[in-house]
């Protein structure tokens, strides 16, 4: 079955990897978040790309959840010592991904080229497109003025209260190209919406103009895993998001921010009861162990939502 | 005394530190050549001022002969399985000056600038100049056209005939700040040619406009240290040059090089019978153990620089 999945960070990669794992290669296709994408010491940093990429090439340091497994840090220490920036930390392996990233983007490759070129080096055969080739930026409104989201997720620790967000960019973005084919594949048999943040993963994706019209224009059923698991984010900040924008910290809240583009909802095996009051009110739904911390969490995850997407 | 020294990367370096481990901090200023500067994956790379900088701040890999002590080569590795460009080697400690460096340059930062923050962060306090702000690029002119020099140094390991040098940029090149100054001090006691090779780390220097013509100003003795010991260069590709160019690969040749620039010479005590006859011909020549292998022979060759110097 031809899947298309949106994902963002650590736990869309997580997905991601288990649909790998299943499907053939040619038949999976990933649009990738670019909204957290900044520039940064002068390298143009992807950090949703990155981690996918790590994550699908099997480099990625799993005890920690992000960056790479056997990673140093060498360059940060002596970055620190001339007094360089130090809030972001760059290690040794993952800056030549950045360096590289932005030789080539100076050398007029656009960043769909360079991610097609960066797996097929490391010989990741699933399609991974960007979003856009565009900058689209994500900026978290906060009380206190806009932020970039870099300096709101990992300089400020996503401490300052939400009030909203906007994609910079969006409107002059175009889709990466094959975003747009991936999703008018008429035999495409499903949309996979991962468990990612709703609001800077999945969002920043649809702003993209025509991307949200692609969606909604499959035939292939439209299925979001649920990042909110018992009231809970599985990680980052999600549920603390929700909670500043006024919004309940369900399942059931994600949902409602997709809307009529869902097909059907998979909620964590926790959410049995949530599940079956979102059923009643007409979104076909299931429920399933998406908490995955083994390979083979994410593997059946992924079977589970291709069955279930079979059947929708 | 107050003391002015010419260097390029290694040779220049060492005796660099010894005089920098004799004089006070404020009578010590450093001319170093950036002819060898280039521009590496988007990264501004000046190995003449990063190898003193990593001499005079005591972290330099004293076995290895170039860069860093404890470095290591992760981004390497991490940027060969990308595809990259590896034939110029950059280390992960390394890596944080070219970053570092370059980030700041875009900002608005002149080298010198640069350079300063640098080595007030390292605790180093000898002033230490690149020759100028502007881009000079030393070329390498061989049979099978010109190279630029990291190309011939590194890539092609100095293995093409050379048949002459240009410096690509020079005429337009202004002394950087501080550097006239330092060479017109009426209180300046010495101007020292350190044992680096005259074609490529020396030439470069006096090719910026102003500055062969303020050293012949100053009232200062010239003295000059022979990187040719027993017809051999101690290190790199000077009597190989020498060779290639028709010069004997001799210090008679290197202080003939420099011409009437000089009021005294210092070769190695291996070369007395050199010595000897250069006093003849009229040059106030002197013998020295001018191998440096430890910091005391550093010590020691640059005191004996500065009492030659108060004598001439």
């Known amino acids: 079955m031809k899947c298309v999945a949106l994902c963002g960070g650590v ?18 296709s990933l649009i990738v978040n ?5 520039t940064h010491l002068g390298l143009h940093i992807s950090p949703d790309l990155d981690t996918v990429m790590y994550t699908l090439a099997g480099l990625a340091n799993e005890q920690q959840g992000w960056g790479r497994a056997g990673e140093t840090w060498q360059f940060m220490g002596a970055l620190r010592a001339l ?17 590289e990233r932005t ?10 080229q360079v991610t097609r070129g960066f797996f097929a080096a490391l010989g990741v055969g699933a399609r991974v497109l960007p979003m ?29 209260e939400v009030t909203g967000f906007s994609f910079a960019g969006s409107a002059q973005a175009k889709p990466a190209p094959g975003v747009l084919a991936a999703l008018g594949d008429p035999d495409l048999g499903c949309i996979v919406i991962c468990p990612s943040n709703p609001f800077v ?7 993209v103009p025509g991307l949200r019209a692609a969606i909604q224009a499959s035939r292939a059923p439209v299925i979001a895993v649920s990042p909110i698991v018992g009231g809970r984010a599985i990680k980052g900040p999600t549920a603390k ?16 921010h997709y809307g009529g583009l869902l097909d059907g ?44 997407a079979a059947k929708a």
């Open 11 to 28: 736990g869309g990669a997580k997905l991601a990897l288990g649909l790998m794992h299943v499907l053939p290669p040619d038949d999976l």
């Open 34 to 38: 670019t909204g957290d994408d900044f």
């Open 83 to 99: 007094g360089g920036e130090d809030w972001f930390q760059l290690g040794d392996l993952d800056l030549a991904v950045h360096v």
């Open 103 to 112: 030789r080539r983007l100076a050398a007029g490759e656009t960043l769909s």
């Open 132 to 160: 856009s080739d565009d900058p689209v930026r994500t900026i978290i409104h906060t009380p206190d003025g806009p932020l970039a989201f870099q300096h709101y997720f990992v300089r400020d620790r996503c401490e300052p």
């Open 201 to 207: 993963s999945i969002d920043p994706i649809m702003a």
């Open 241 to 256: 998001m929700m909670r500043e924008l006024g919004v309940p910290q369900t399942a059931q809240a994600v949902a409602a």
């Open 265 to 308: 909802f998979i909620l964590d095996a926790t959410d049995a009861a949530l599940a079956a009051d979102l059923s009643a009110s007409g979104l076909a739904c299931a429920t399933a162990q998406s908490v995955m911390r083994s390979l083979q969490d994410r593997v059946e995850l992924a079977r589970y939502v291709l069955d279930f």
